[in-house]
C-alpha cells in the first residue's frame, strides 16, 4: 500500500489514462512542477490531497475530481 506519491520537478507531460490504475490506499498525490495539460485520475477513490501547482493546465475537465469523494485538498496555482 501506498500512501503518499511525490513526482515533483520531472517534467512529466502525461500520465497515461489508467497509469496510476492499482495505488491502493493513495491519500496524497504531488505532481507539482512538471508539464502536464491533462489528467485522468477519477478512479483514485482513496485520494485526499493533490498538488498539481506549475503545470500546464488551462482548463479541468468536469469529471476529473468527480468520483474522488475523500478529496479535500487541491492545489494549482501557478498553471496556464
Do not use: P, W
Request: glycine fraction near 6%.
Amino acid at each position: 500500500e501506498v500512501n503518499y506519491l511525490i513526482l515533483r520537478n520531472n517534467e512529466i507531460e502525461i500520465v497515461e489514462e489508467h497509469g496510476l490504475y492499482g495505488i491502493i490506499g493513495l491519500k496524497e498525490l504531488g505532481l507539482g512542477e512538471n508539464k502536464l495539460k491533462y489528467l485522468n485520475i477519477n478512479y483514485l477513490y482513496s485520494l485526499e490531497k493533490i498538488y498539481l501547482d506549475f503545470n500546464r493546465f488551462e482548463s479541468i475537465d468536469d469529471n476529473m475530481f468527480a468520483n474522488l469523494t475523500k478529496l479535500t485538498f487541491i492545489y494549482m496555482a501557478f498553471n496556464n
